[in-house]
């Protein structure tokens, strides 16, 4: 596409000093040369060199005037020139809107909206739902995690240059400048932060913005440095539901950690396996993954083994705590060893379709997983405050504790089968009035 773009870009020039005035200084197509090249690639159908050119000297006052002075353009050709204009001027907002899309790993984002909005859900506790609360929720990690991937594709170009699966990427690709990109991720991250800031809070907001660094300055740079940064990614990914659950509580309890846990144990396997697929592309990259420094796999498919297993008490967690109904319970621990499973072939047999298998199943887990937590969500209205906003408090009412015992009373056999394959988890107490 590179290659493709280079040519247009080429005969765009050509076109334009031939086709209007030889006066026009070349150094105003410079900065916008490789941006307008990949106009001509990107539009179906592509826009001729012409429409191009005229792109190109659209700002140009002495020109146009030139062409009225002359007194040969006829009512015809001027509405033909403003309809080529128009189209190229679509053409260039259909390559920008591309190109911003792809900067802000636009379906990742969208993940990562996800699970901040199941966040906020889950912390509404009993209130009733917000909905513009939730909106200005989403919308904001969507900026700003927009932002955070612009950010991180900023500082890997030349990375992301060598890689197959990345190359084509905006930036490396040459369709927008590193300027643009910035400005975009700028814009992108400061209205996110100012909208959760404004319309939810500060502590969304806080996390949100640390979010943004931890992921943008930390992560990214320790992914060329060491292995470890598959664990500071998996802090990143983590936290989008935390900031969901700040926004509609004001606070963080015990219970909003239960869905950035599952988020955490959740992205090392599927991290791994990617890994693992895509080791000698990481390679080429220059990046330090685990997968390079184990030729075998033996080491990664134990690490994504053991965090499958750290998911199964997740769900008996959620039940016990009053954050859900025991079926979640039932279903969680049923998905996680389903996940374990396709870890634990990989584990015994290192191959590529077997990684790939550990790979699919942990992009179903997500969604099945955050699903059950909404749909099994039961109104909660004794969430144990760990870190309010004005300082600590960790304390547990009795009330609670007795509202949470006759949950478990409601489903006495749901909750212990559960239980069972937990032993090293206290077994559950059946209340009897
Ligand atoms: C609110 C907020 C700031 C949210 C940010 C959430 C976010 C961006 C999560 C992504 C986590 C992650 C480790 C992605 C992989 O990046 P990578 O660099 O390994 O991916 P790549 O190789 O495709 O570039």
């Not at 500082?155 to 040459?174: C, H, V």
Request: hydrophobic letters at 45%.
């Amino acid at each position: 596409m590179w290659r493709r773009s280079a040519v247009f870009c080429f005969s765009s020039r050509i076109s334009v000093s031939s086709s209007s005035s030889s006066s026009l200084p070349n150094r105003r197509l410079i900065p916008w040369s490789r941006e307008l090249c990949a106009v001509n690639s990107l539009s179906q159908p592509p826009l001729s060199s012409e429409s191009t050119a005229k792109l190109a000297i659209s700002g140009d006052r002495s020109d146009a005037n030139r062409v009225f002075a002359s007194g040969t353009v006829a009512a015809t050709s001027t509405a033909g020139e403003i309809s080529s204009r128009v189209a190229a001027a679509a053409g260039l907002g259909h390559h920008y809107a591309r190109c911003y899309w792809e900067l802000s790993k636009a379906r990742l984002s969208m993940l990562v909206v996800a699970t901040s909005g199941t966040g906020y859900i889950l912390g509404t506790g009993n209130a009733a739902i917000s909905f513009p609360g939730l909106c200005y929720t989403c919308a904001g990690t969507m900026m700003i995690a927009a932002s955070a991937n612009s950010l991180n594709q900023i500082f890997e170009i030349s990375n992301d240059a060598k890689m197959k699966r990345t190359m084509q990427r905006p930036l490396p690709s040459g369709r927008i400048s590193v300027p643009h990109a910035v400005a975009w991720a700028t814009i992108a991250g400061a209205s996110g932060a100012c909208l959760l800031a404004s319309k939810t809070n500060m502590m969304a907001a806080g996390l949100a913005s640390a979010n943004l660094a931890l992921y943008a300055f930390v992560y990214t740079p320790l992914k060329q440095l060491h292995p470890i940064n598959t664990w500071v990614g998996a802090v990143v990914g983590a936290i989008p539901p935390l900031l969901g659950w700040a926004a509609a509580s004001g606070q963080i309890s015990f219970n909003s950690m239960i869905l950035p846990a599952a988020l955490y144990f959740w992205q090392i396997p599927h991290f791994m396996a990617l890994a693992y697929l895509c080791r000698n592309d990481y390679a080429a990259g220059g990046y330090k993954m685990l997968s390079l420094f184990d030729p075998s796999g033996k080491r990664i498919a134990a690490v994504a083994l053991r965090n499958c297993f750290y998911m199964v008490p997740l769900g008996f967690i959620a039940y016990d705590w009053g954050l859900t109904s025991s079926w979640f319970c039932v279903e969680s621990t049923l998905l996680t060893l389903a996940i374990a499973a396709t870890a634990f072939s990989f584990y015994r047999d290192r191959t590529m379709q077997k990684a790939r298998k550990m790979f699919h199943a942990s992009l179903l887990f997500l969604p099945v997983f955050m699903s059950g937590l909404l749909l099994h969500r039961v109104s909660n209205d004794n969430q144990q405050p760990v870190l309010e906003v004005a300082g600590l408090s960790i304390s547990a009412s009795d009330d609670g504790k007795s509202q949470r015992r006759k949950k478990r009373s409601a489903q006495p056999p749901v909750a212990y089968a559960s239980a069972a394959p937990f032993p090293f988890l206290p077994a559950p107490s059946f209340y009897s009035p």
